[in-house]
């Protein structure tokens, strides 16, 4: 089975900040790796699928890189409303199934 | 608007067994994929179970296979997932998502707004 490496597991930073989240495949999964962000007390949203193409609707500042075993997630700068818990998801074709990362969970300092 | 509306979760002791249900509403419901996904009290994001339009394929994380069932009713816009002996890991909120499933494409969008099953004497 694949596993997912997700860091950090928290992240305090202040508004305006560039954050960085990286996420890492035990073995080459190409692109097939989404994102999503979980506001508290709510379901999850997707917010990148297939590494770095964005999600309809969803502002620029946020953005997803990488392929093979290493990801990235960012956030250009950082606003209150971006207050949340981020999890990457890899995801396998046949069968379709899929392995959730840790999550990181961000603060405002 | 999509919509995704589940329903089913409560109080179960160890062993025992319940049926959740998720409503669609807003999308033609037996064109997409259909999933399960569970987030135990605090903790991250765990996929449980999927099912593909027609119900021919079911697939499930190894942790609840022989125990869940997934099951879909295109008639009535419905996902089911019965739960058989139950585990106080299987403690959980309990969330139905769509599934986009291509040959290379594969994510949940959008989720429901989860159910929450507690599984304790």
């Known amino acids: 089975d694949i596993q997912m490496t997700q860091s950090p597991s928290s992240l305090s930073a202040s508004v305006g900040d560039r954050v960085t989240i990286t996420c890492q495949a035990s073995?080459?999964?190409?692109?097939?790796l989404n994102w999503y962000q979980q506001k508290p007390g709510k379901a999850p949203k997707l917010l990148i699928y297939?590494?770095?193409n964005l999600e309809t609707g969803v502002p620029s500042r946020f953005s997803g890189s990488g392929s093979g075993t290493d990801f990235t997630f960012t956030i250009s700068s950082l606003q209150p409303e971006d207050i949340a818990t981020y999890y990457c998801?890899?995801?396998?074709?046949?069968?379709?199934?899929?392995?959730f990362g840790q999550g990181t969970k961000l603060e405002i300092k | 608007e999509v919509q995704l509306v589940e329903s089913g979760g409560g109080l179960v002791q160890p062993g025992g067994s319940l049926r959740l249900s998720c409503a669609a509403s807003?999308?033609?419901?037996?064109?997409?994929?259909m999933s399960w996904v569970r987030q135990a009290p605090g903790k991250g994001l765990e996929w449980v179970a999927n099912?593909?339009?027609?119900?021919?394929?079911?697939y499930y994380v190894d942790s609840v296979k022989g125990r869940f069932t997934i099951s879909r009713d295109n008639a009535k816009n419905s996902l089911y997932l019965q739960m058989n002996s139950l585990r106080a890991e299987d403690t959980a909120v309990y969330y139905c998502?769509?599934?986009?499933?291509?040959?290379?494409?594969?994510?949940?969008?959008?989720w429901g707004q989860g159910t929450l099953v507690t599984v304790s004497s």
């Open positions: 297939d590494a770095s």
């Open positions: 998502a769509r599934g986009v499933v291509t040959t290379t494409k594969n994510w949940f969008d959008p």
């Open positions: 073995q080459d999964i190409s692109n097939y």
């Open positions: 807003g999308f033609t419901f037996s064109s997409y994929w």
């Open positions: 998801q890899q995801y396998d074709n046949l069968p379709p199934t899929y392995t």
């Open positions: 099912i593909k339009q027609d119900g021919s394929e079911k």
